[in-house]
Every structure is written in C-alpha cells, then in structure tokens.
C-alpha cells in the first residue's frame, strides 16, 4: 500500500482491496474512537488494544511507512526511468482488481449500475483535473494530509494525485527524503484525524449499502485507469525548484502515436506482459487474502 500510494494515479486502497483487507482495515479504523480511550482507562490497554484491532493495525501501518522510507525510492526512480513499463504494470493491476471486486456484486440493478457508472465517470473526472500551486504553511498541509489520506484508502482514487492536484506532491517527497519532521508531523497528524473521520463514513456504506459501496469502489478503480494508461503526450509542463521539468498536464494516446511524436519505442510487448503480470497479482493476492476465511 505504502509503494502504491507513492504513484499518482494508484490508490494503496485498491491493494488492500485485493488482498482482502478493506472491510477488516475500516473496521478497525473507526474502532479508534472515544470509546477505545473510555476503554484504555476502564479496563486496561489489552481491553482497548483489542477493541481497536491494535495488532492488524501495527503490522499494516509499519509495512506503509517501511516501505515509503524504502520502496518509494524505487517506484520513483522506475517512475522517471521507466515510466510506460511501470504504468503498464499498475494499468494491469488495477483493471484486475476492477474485475476483483465487482465479482462481489451478487445482483444488478438500475441503480447499481448507476452508481458504478457514477463512480467511474467521477474518478475520470477527477484524473482530469489540472494540478495547481498552492502556498505551503502548516494549516494546508494539515488540510490536504486530510484529504490526500480519504482518497488513500478509497481504491481507484490516488491519495498522491490529490496532492498533485493541490501542488503539494514535490513538497511531501522531498519533506519524505530529507526527513523534515516538523512537515511531516503535521501532515502526519491531518491524515490521522482524515482516517478516523472517514473511516465512519466508510464503515457505515459497507454496513447499510454493501453492495452499492463495492460498485461505486469498482467505478473508481475503472475510471482511474485514465491515469495509468502509459503511453501520453505531454501538453503542458512545469520547472520544479531542482531545474527539473514536470509534466501536468498530458493527454493518452495510442502506442503508435507514441512512436511517431516521440521517436521512441512504445515497448508495446513489454507493457502488454507487464500487464499480464499485474493482473496475475492481482488473482495470486486474492487467493492468499482468502486463505484465511477458507481456513476458518
């Protein structure tokens, strides 16, 4: 989740998604509550450790933040290097994990397929959306640790591409490799208070609309796929503080195309067994994630 959510276009909900994940990490989002403190003080940290589900949470957090100080590196290096091979390997994962959970979906109705065909129509919209520049102070970096972490843990809708859109994609990398501990508290303590706020709303879609939640998540999913497509021409672009040049504004295009405006080889074998390799993650995910449930 922590290597996903580090690409803008890839959302680290969608991999909790497909390792079967989601449901149990709502749940213990929104069992952090005033409760779980009335608890801590009544009966004890073990009592309040597992109402909270404190051991879930530990592992998957650590595994986010391990992976941010450690994989982000290389997602980001492939990024800059490699950028069709590694799109075409997250544009496989995601149109699989499409398939993955609208699977769930036992029945269809009129107004399911409306809100699947919402949901991918807003996510596309969304994709489309031209970053801005906005000025860094504590207060907006709390304000779109808020945000940026709704969208984290919503699959198909990229916490980075939020940030992106808001301007403050460079500035949260570079804050993460120059360890600035200050920016990062205070984004920190923004996505905390955007987890255990969001996580209600959330929790109550899967309780009382499970299966218009799985449809609207699968709408998302599909529609982000406008972000990851790999090959793009670059319509607009910006120079970051480093001297660097970066594009904001992109349209997809096909691998032909590709080849004749950039002079430079679509890799259209490799992006398509790329492809296939995502999607067979995603099916190899979705069995371990249901060992478990088989097991019990």
Not at 92 to 101: C, D, E, M, Y
Not at 227 to 242: A, L
Not at 263 to 274: C, D, M, N, T, V
């Amino acid at each position: 989740m922590g290597a996903a959510d580090a690409v803008p276009g890839v959302s680290g909900g969608t991999i909790a998604f497909m390792t079967g994940i989601y449901e149990e990490l709502i749940f213990s989002l929104k069992q952090c509550s005033i409760s779980a403190l009335r608890m801590l003080f009544q009966d004890g940290l073990k009592a309040a450790w597992q109402h909270i589900n404190g051991s879930f949470l530990l592992a998957l957090f650590t595994g986010i933040i391990l992976s941010i100080l450690t994989l982000t590196r290389v997602v980001l290096f492939l990024l800059d290097k490699h950028p069709i091979l590694l799109w075409s390997f997250f544009f496989g994962l995601i149109l699989a994990a499409v398939w993955s959970v609208l699977r769930h979906v036992e029945k269809w109705s009129m107004g399911i397929i409306a809100t699947f065909l919402g949901g991918a129509v807003s996510a596309f919209l969304i994709t489309t959306i031209s970053p801005t520049t906005i000025e860094t102070s504590p207060l907006v970096v709390f304000l779109s640790g808020m945000i940026a972490i709704c969208a984290m843990i919503l699959p198909g809708i990229s916490g980075s591409f939020i940030l992106l859109i808001l301007g403050l994609y460079a500035p949260m990398l570079t804050a993460v490799k120059e360890l600035q501990l200050v920016t990062l508290c205070v984004f920190a303590s923004g996505c905390v208070a955007g987890l255990l706020s969001f996580s209600h709303v959330l929790s109550w879609m899967f309780n009382h609309f499970k299966t218009m939640t799985l449809a609207l998540l699968g709408g998302f999913m599909l529609g982000s796929l406008n972000k990851v497509w790999p090959w793009k021409q670059t319509i607009e672009t910006v120079i970051d503080r480093h001297g660097k040049e970066i594009p904001i504004v992109q349209h997809n295009i096909l691998p032909h195309t590709f080849e004749t405006l950039h002079s430079q080889p679509a890799y259209l074998g490799f992006a398509i067994a790329l492809m296939l390799l995502g999607m067979g993650m995603v099916i190899a995910l979705e069995r371990l994630g249901q060992k478990p449930a088989d097991n019990e």
